[in-house]
């Protein structure tokens, strides 16, 4: 399952790449905090494996829909909306998973 996942992040980053002719520093910026909140949260227990591969689901549909998004060379303000939408309802998730009370045994 979770080599699934990563497979699907690399053929996402490679979309990801081929479309740089716009730029969204915000939401690769965001996307960087959110994965560091994620590895934090297994180092230190209060994420288990699971609902950590969980929440990367939730990244990987976020930089599914960036790519989408780059793929005409622009990213309207009605895209951006919905790529912060998408990263705000990951970050709930994280923050609540972070603060379920399970620990990783």
Known sequence: RIVSILLLITFVLGLGLSAL???????DNRQKRQQRR???GVKSGTLTRKEAAKLEAG????EAMEAKAKADGTVTRKERAKLQHQQNKTSRRIYRQKHDNQNRK
């Open 59 to 62: 990244q990987v549909k976020t």
């Open 21 to 27: 002719a716009q730029k969204t520093p915000v939401v």
């Open 38 to 40: 994620m590895h934090r």
